[in-house]
């Protein structure tokens, strides 16, 4: 009998082992596939989120505004004359330049506002179930953007934004708010640059 004993509690303790190491295992999966996640969907220069996650988050938006009839705001600003800053400083100061307003972008937009890095030194800003604070919320974002020094190991950079914005409904299309929006990033441009041209279509609520 006290074999028998002796057997059961090693069948425990042995169960136990095996059940604390099956939950450390699937931990380190969790941890990997949220990493993995991270990686998949972020820009890795400037942390927000890259241009095919924002693809899909704007489709998703889109399907929202047309159940809640409501709307949303996409912004595509651009960095002028960032070309400039790479020849003049160098490639590592374009890089914090960009770090820099990808870290500023999370600042300033709320937790259901989505920025995220376009390409190149294009971001798109997507603000969803909102029209009225849109047009004062890219022009205070211009604002900051040309009065913030960023520094870089090759002295203070400034930069300035152009920034084309639309406000639409659920019925829009996708590709038609980017050629839009794209189009009055290009016309604030032509104006001057350092500046918002902004297009509304909806109404506020």
Do not use: W
């Not at 004993?5 to 990997?32: G, P, W």
């Not at 020849?87 to 990808?102: M, N, P, S, T």
């Not at 969803?128 to 849109?134: L, V, Y």
């Amino acid at each position: 009998r006290d074999s028998g004993i002796v057997f059961a509690s090693m069948d425990i303790t042995d169960r136990k082992q095996a059940e604390k190491e099956l939950l450390e295992a699937n931990r380190r999966l969790l941890a990997m596939q949220k990493v993995l996640k991270r990686e998949a969907t972020r820009d890795s220069l400037t942390g927000v989120l890259n241009r095919r996650a924002i693809l899909e988050h704007l489709n998703e938006e889109l399907a929202r505004c047309r159940r809640d009839g409501t709307c949303l705001s996409a912004a595509i600003c651009d960095i002028d004359h960032f070309k400039s800053v790479n020849d003049d400083y160098g490639h590592q100061a374009g890089d914090r330049v960009l770090r820099a307003l990808g870290k500023l972008l999370r600042q300033r937009c709320r937790s259901s506002d989505i920025p995220c890095r376009y390409g190149g030194e294009e971001f798109l800003l997507v603000l969803p179930g909102e029209a009225g604070r849109s047009a004062g919320f890219h022009e205070r974002l211009v604002k900051s953007v040309a009065e913030h020094a960023i520094q870089t190991r090759s002295g203070a950079v400034r930069i300035t934004l152009s920034l084309g914005a639309i406000t639409v409904s659920g019925d829009a299309d996708t590709d038609e708010i980017l050629a839009r929006a794209d189009k009055a990033m290009y016309k604030a441009k032509a104006e001057g640059r350092n500046r918002v041209v902004f297009i509304s279509d909806a109404k506020a609520p």
